[in-house]
């Protein structure tokens, strides 16, 4: 399943009216815009390591929404950053630290939304 993403002019809006949240590797900028369907940025910067590190840390995220996507609200739009090294010798050690962090985030925001 392809995931839908955001175009520029909506990053943007997204940067500057979303709501942030920021875990030990990831952060997660979003918003809920009501007319819309489930919308994803993943992005990883630099600092995450080496590009093939950067593109664990996208693939990891992105099959973390596929498996999550209907728990997740509609018309949510989301961009998620990889920003810190993910300090692990194995993709199982990064799959369990990356997804603590977008538990924590979806569990934070299910109370937000109660």
Not at 43 to 48: D, I, P, Q, V, W
Not at 101 to 114: A, G, M, N, T, V
Request: net charge positive; with cysteine; proline share 4%.
């Amino acid at each position: 399943m392809k995931l839908p993403t955001l175009k520029f002019k909506e990053i943007k809006e997204l940067k500057k009216k979303g709501k942030r949240w920021r875990g030990e590797y990831i952060e997660i900028i979003w918003q809920i815009e009501e007319p819309s369907s489930l919308k994803v940025v993943i992005t990883a910067f630099k600092s995450c390591g080496n590009a093939v590190k950067r593109n664990l840390i996208r693939r990891i995220i992105r099959n973390w929404v596929r498996e999550h996507c209907s728990e997740l609200p509609a018309g949510i739009h989301l961009l998620f950053r990889g920003y810190k090294k993910v300090p692990a010798h194995s993709w199982q050690e990064a799959k369990y630290l990356i997804e603590r962090d977008l538990i924590k985030w979806l569990f934070s925001l299910r109370q937000k939304k109660e």
